[in-house]
């Protein structure tokens, strides 16, 4: 794997919401700001976690749109753009492009999934369309497709552009350990996922960086830099103690997440259109965990 590549806490805001349902530019906005002040690598958006399936085309476009012009240039900023097919994912990818966006980062398509000749002219077209380095995000089904070390080393051969891994298949240690021996310098840098929850590991094994939900983006970033420095017992002491919520997060995904959001003045509502609730014994649970990290937050 080369070392000059782009590496640590790629962050992925919420797709904030008004209580009605619209969307909220100025929470994306404020999200934004807060992980560029904070430190944040680059900025990825918008993926699973925030909610990209649940928003419309045009509303996919315009927080692209939304999220190009607050990065600002100050840090890299990825643009999600999935498609059910190839020409949807063209289409998104062609907009991240116009857009100003710095790369692309793309799962197969998710509903009906295409032989492995469809998922080279998939990610060949997206390349093409997008003219800036793509990430392909590798999950497990029946989400994702499984795609094996060997297969990925025959897409960052081929295909231009195509230089950094997503890895999302468990177990995740193993995953980047067999990515980075068999694709080597052709790999510009793997990222896990998971919001972090196995960093550390992944870090020892020779992860590049992670791609979060953004509530946590300053203890990552103070984590990551820790480790970065030589301190990996401080860094493990960090992430010992925000483990028990990302924990939660793992259970709950993006209510968890706004919740964590509108506590630290972030977001103006909770309001998600993805399927989740928090009860009377989450938000306690999550007053007591969340005193354990609240000295490491950016004020």
């Not at 398509?109 to 800036?132: E, I, W």
């Not at 068999?182 to 972090?196: A, I, K, R, S, Y």
Request: aromatic share 8%; charged share 25%; glycine share 10%.
């Amino acid at each position: 794997m080369r070392s000059d590549g782009w590496h640590g806490i790629f962050t992925i805001p919420q797709t904030s919401f008004t209580e009605d349902g619209a969307l909220d530019e100025e929470g994306l906005r404020r999200q934004i700001d807060f992980c560029v002040e904070v430190g944040a690598h680059g900025v990825v958006y918008p993926v699973m976690v925030s909610e990209f399936w649940l928003l419309s085309d045009d509303e996919r476009k315009r927080v692209v749109d939304v999220a190009v012009e607050q990065v600002d240039g100050r840090i890299p900023m990825i643009a999600g753009v999935a498609g059910v097919s190839t020409e949807v994912a063209v289409t998104f990818s062609c907009h991240a492009r116009e857009a100003g966006a710095d790369g692309a980062i793309a799962l197969p398509p998710y509903v009906l999934k295409p032989g492995l000749d469809g998922l080279v002219d998939y990610y060949r077209q997206v390349s093409k369309a997008v003219g800036n380095p793509v990430f392909i995000q590798n999950f497990d089904p029946p989400l994702g497709s499984s795609l094996s070390p060997a297969f990925i080393r025959e897409l960052l051969l081929d295909i231009p552009h195509v230089k950094y891994i997503k890895e999302e298949m468990m177990p995740a240690g193993h995953s980047v350990t067999a990515l980075l021996e068999t694709c080597g310098d052709e790999l510009h840098g793997v990222f896990t996922g998971f919001g972090g929850r196995w960093f550390i590991d992944e870090l020892n094994r020779g992860a590049s960086g992670t791609m979060p939900a953004c509530e946590f983006t300053d203890v990552l970033v103070r984590l990551y830099e820790r480790y970065r420095s030589g301190d990996v017992e401080g860094a493990r002491e960090i992430h010992n103690r925000l483990l028990p919520l990302i924990n939660i997060e793992s259970l709950h995904g993006v209510i968890f997440c706004k919740e964590i959001l509108k506590r630290r003045g972030l977001i103006a509502s909770t309001y998600t259109r993805a399927p989740g609730k928090l009860d009377r014994h989450d938000l306690a649970e999550i007053d007591r965990l969340i005193r354990d990290v609240g000295e490491l937050f950016h004020a």
